[in-house]
């Protein structure tokens, strides 16, 4: 039965087989375990508003600052073959900037909070600019080009901050950081939407998708067709940054502090394997944004069904390592192989081989 | 015309007898940078880059990341990566403490350290090379693995109450002649700990394996190009295999080593060794895209970048954030370096 409904998702779904599976793997396993874990409530929280929680909330909320990097990082991956593991210093210095700017003006309004988001965006730009002409410019390769800032990115937000964990404190910045008043959804998961939707709009209204696609199936065979493959690489950088700075800016606004230590800690690693769990090939090439951003979803799904199943918060890593693993090898190409061939020759198997469209 | 030929042969026979290879040449940058470095320290410093006590101290202090180093050139240069190191090593380190406290022996706490670290490289190495899983993942999951154990096992500081270690890493190579005269007119010999020897023997081993055995060579030819390493006849996902195993062993070996420097377990041991050691490498002249590097050059990359550590910290920048500000600059100043040098000798080569 299972396994006849796996086959149909790869038939239908392509890329997308992997997170779609793990995602109702995890949903039927809660369901299982308790039900309850999916009751959506309707409370009010400290300052009187009717807002929506529960477990499912509290994943798609969690996941945002994950699923907004993972959008960029696909492209970066896409176009480049590699990863940027910097993002989570860079996101630690975008929030810097941000409260730095927020701190030195004498009122915080909707304005002021704009000029230091716009600010933040610009320096994560530059950074995100750094690593690009070091990949596309010096051919370095992803990993190591973003090693630099991975080593000096958090310190360069403690030099920003001056030494200190500086705060701000504003009902704007707290409506960003969890809800506006008068809607029930957490102001984080819109901002993804709006995310989401921003570039849903740029691939449609421009090639990059295309662009990217080619430069990173092949970059010289892309550069003689006229792409400039080094642009389209710098750019995928640069659009990372932004990514980077709106992530870090929710991460401010969720505590109202900036830590250049824990903020967004070890997000990189996260994002690598969302991407990864969408079914992109990090060597490059095609990809889905949709599957990264399910990808996201998944893994933030999973730490807290572990949370819920009363595991510590430093031992979920072991757990969440045993999954990722089940999953990676579900998706291996040796064993979807293997997979095909089984299916053919059973009887009720179709002698198409649709693991081959999947990878 | 006749010139022109001449002049044709004469380039090729320089080509032919040119004496560096790109290992080579990467490897005698480094050393020339950390060599200028060093003397420069202790031309404008002084204080303690004088006495020969500084550059044991620099390798007691990192013999665990000099061993982690080698392990993961030999990947590198078979063109993967494994970032599950680090985790490793503290894996090793805090079992190994849990286990001796619990009253185990020295011997069996060793076979322990080596047996975490095979396991590591074998399930990687297998799931890598055999199920063609993206190293980066694989190892990635490695990591989150062995943090997540280690804390299982403790979450709080175990220090090693165990008698017979405590005489072991009591155990310090002294050498008089480079030694220096106290304050009170006594000689202090310079110190070396056990890990330091353990550490040059791994080097020593390893660069004899990626010198003159097959394997070694092996490694170099799927690095440089896969294809022809397969048409070459060899067996491509074996070696693979066992450059991560390799890469395990030696991890478990790293986690011990470091266990005798501290003396306890932790969570937080080995935080980021696994971006040091990578550090390392590529300062080194390890290419991450493979076939490139020498564990000499690892040798010297570590002893670099704590040397930067030294400098920053003994020039009077007292604030916490210049040490990795500097060791970012050092890492890109390197990169760049090589991407240039690399980049010029491929042009001359066309030509």
């Known amino acids: 039965m299972s396994k006849k409904n796996d086959k149909k998702f790869s038939l239908n779904l392509g890329q997308l087989t992997i997170p779609i599976i793990a995602i109702l793997l995890l949903v039927l396993f809660n369901l299982f375990r308790d039900p309850s874990f999916f009751y959506i409530g309707i409370a009010h929280n400290n300052d009187g508003n009717i807002v929506l929680s529960g477990n499912l909330v509290s994943i798609i909320n969690g996941a945002s600052e994950l699923a907004v990097l993972a959008i960029g990082m696909t492209l970066v991956t896409a176009a480049c073959g590699g990863q940027d593991i910097s993002v989570g210093a860079a996101a630690a210095i975008a929030g810097s900037v941000f409260v730095k700017i927020l701190k030195s003006v004498p009122s915080i309004n909707g304005f002021t909070v704009l000029v230091a988001f716009v600010s933040a965006c610009i320096v994560a730009m530059i950074f995100g600019s750094f690593n690009g002409t070091l990949v596309a410019v010096f051919k370095i390769q992803p990993m190591i080009a973003t090693l630099i800032l991975y080593t000096c990115g958090r310190s360069i937000a403690y030099w920003i901050n001056g030494g200190a964990t500086p705060t701000v404190d504003s009902p704007i910045i707290t409506a960003i950081g969890s809800f506006i008043p008068g809607i029930p959804i957490p102001t984080p998961v819109l901002i993804v939407v709006a995310v989401a939707i921003a570039f849903k709009l740029l691939f449609h209204f421009t090639s990059l998708e295309l662009f990217t696609q080619s430069v990173g199936i092949n970059g010289s065979a892309a550069r003689l067709n006229g792409i400039n493959a080094t642009f389209m690489k710098l750019l995928s950088f640069i659009l990372l940054g932004v990514c980077v700075a709106v992530a870090g800016s929710i991460g401010v606004s969720r505590l109202g502090l900036i830590n250049h230590e824990t903020l967004l800690l070890d997000v990189e690693m996260d994002t690598i394997l969302a991407v990864a769990i969408g079914g992109n090939n990090l060597g490059g090439g095609k990809f889905k944004i949709s599957g990264s951003i399910i990808g996201a979803y998944v893994i933030q799904m999973l730490t807290i069904t572990l949370y819920a199943m009363k595991v510590s918060s430093t031992d979920v890593k072991a757990y969440k390592a045993i999954v990722i693993i089940l999953l990676v090898v579900i998706g291996s190409p040796v064993i979807k192989a293997k997979f095909a061939k089984l299916t053919a020759k059973s009887k009720f198997g179709q002698p198409k081989q649709p693991a081959k469209g999947a990878d | ?351």
């Open chain 2, 1 to 351: 015309m006749d010139e022109k030929m001449i002049e044709k042969l004469k380039s090729q026979k320089t080509y032919r007898r040119e004496p560096l290879t790109d290992t080579q040449l990467l490897m005698t940058i480094t050393i020339c940078i950390f060599m200028a470095m060093y003397v420069l320290a202790m031309v404008f410093l002084k204080g303690g880059f004088l006495h020969p006590q500084q550059v044991f101290d620099m390798l007691n202090d990192n013999a665990s990341l000099i061993i982690v180093s080698c392990g993961l050139t030999i990947v590198m240069i078979g063109g993967g990566i494994d970032i599950s190191v680090g985790a490793v090593t503290s894996l090793v380190v805090m079992s190994c403490v849990m286990y001796l406290n619990n009253g185990g022996n020295i011997f069996v706490s060793i076979l322990l350290a080596l047996g975490i670290g095979l396991a590591f490289g074998l399930v990687q190495g297998f799931l890598i090379s055999y199920l063609e899983i993206q190293p980066f993942i694989v190892t990635l999951a490695g990591m989150f693995f062995a943090r997540g154990m280690t804390t299982i096992l403790s979450v709080n500081p175990q220090k090693a109450a165990h008698e017979g270690f405590a005489k072991l890493r009591e155990v310090k190579i002294e050498i008089p002649w480079l030694g220096y005269y106290a304050k009170n007119g006594n000689l202090v010999p310079a110190r070396m700990e056990l890990g330091v020897v353990v550490a040059f023997a791994c080097l020593i081993v390893i660069f004899i394996l990626l010198g003159f055995i097959r394997l070694g060579r092996n490694f170099y030819a799927m690095g440089g190009n896969q294809q022809s390493a397969l048409m070459l006849g060899i067996n491509v996902k074996k070696t693979r295999f066992l450059s991560y195993v390799i890469s395990g062993v030696l991890s478990g070996i790293s986690g011990y080593v470091f266990m005798m420097h501290t003396g306890a377990g932790n969570a937080t041991n080995a935080a980021g060794m696994e971006m040091n050691a990578i550090a390392s490498s590529i300062i080194g002249g390890t290419l991450l895209t493979g076939g490139v590097g020498n564990v000499a050059g690892t040798f010297f990359g570590t002893l670099t970048l704590t040397t930067i550590k030294k400098i920053v910290v003994s020039s009077g920048l007292r604030e916490p954030w210049w040490q990795s500000i500097t060791t970012g600059g050092m890492l890109c100043f390197f990169i760049l370096l090589q991407s240039v040098v690399l980049g010029y000798r491929a042009k001359k080569k066309k030509a």
